[in-house]
């Protein structure tokens, strides 16, 4: 089903997940639709590519999918969106904050402001929004919340400090909010990829390699973890793959050491080279 359709209550769980036009979000979007009895909420800017999620979508029985055009890091974007969510079935489960954009500018260009602009209303305000609006339907459903932030919250990477500020960001308010909403009812989770071969980010220079490969995640790895992580399975920080869990124990042990890799991995890679992409297919 795209478009909204009437207000009308609904027995069935209501999961709305953010950046379902594609990578992550579109499989885990999908993973939601072919368990069946729910109704998924898919949020981006790209109509048609929401469609596609849909019409590639495996349908459980009961399943009910919204498509909901917003760019929410324009401004009003979040608000108009918790709005047409309270309206639409009057319920939220789960709300899966995904969506997220990198940079193509090195930090220093003279053009970036906008650009980090972006980053902080798409990757850090949005998702911090939609938390504040829409907590009273979540605390009404004792739902669940997983944001979807990256090893770049756990480690600083020097070729994209902004987008890594918006995921230590991201983190950050998991992890407070995880306890500030425990006695509500409301659990709020936080799944840290590492790379993961998508349409924003391809990671084709991790995938030449045996030990690349061996670093990335699928994008359906990713989704599992994150429909977990809703369901309440498991710890409620998640890192994949399980690799990248090291960075917690090199951080508490060693940080200096942590720092002299970046500058290495940075070294190796020479100043001029990015590792992000855009965000579009
Ligand atoms: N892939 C990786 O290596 C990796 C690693 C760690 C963390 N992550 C995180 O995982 C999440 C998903 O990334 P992905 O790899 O699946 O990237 P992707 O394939 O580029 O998908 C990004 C999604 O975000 C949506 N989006 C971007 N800007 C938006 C806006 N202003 N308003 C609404 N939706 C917007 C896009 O939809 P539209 O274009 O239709 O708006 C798209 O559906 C991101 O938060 C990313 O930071 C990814």
Known sequence: ?????????TTRPVVL???????????????????????????????DALRETVDMARLGPGAEA???VHDLAEPGQT?????QVRELHGRLDVLVNNA???????????????????????????PIHLMHDLFEL?????????????????????DSPVYSATKWGLTGVSEALHVRWKPTGVHVACVQPGPVPTPGWPNHHLMGSWIGRRLTASADDIARAIVRAGDRQGPAFVT?????GAIHVARAAAPGLLRTMLQRVRSGTGSGRLVEHSGRD
Do not use: C, W
């Open 66 to 68: 919204h498509v909901l």
């Open 138 to 158: 979540l605390s009404a459903s004792g739902g669940a919340v997983v944001n979807v932030s990256s090893v770049a919250g756990l480690v600083g990477t020097p």
């Open 100 to 126: 997220g954009v990198g940079s193509q500018l090195t930090f220093e260009d003279s053009s970036g402001a906008d650009d980090i602009d972006r980053l902080l209303d798409t990757n850090l305000r949005a």
């Open 1 to 9: 089903m795209h478009g909204q359709m009437p207000t009308q209550p």
């Open 240 to 244: 994949r793959p399980r690799a990248f």
């Open 79 to 83: 608000a108009a969106l918790a709005k």
């Open 17 to 47: 997940v953010t950046g379902a036009s594609s990578g992550i979000g579109r499989a885990t979007a999908q993973r939601y639709l072919g368990r069946g009895g729910v109704v998924v909420l898919l949020v981006g800017r790209r109509i």
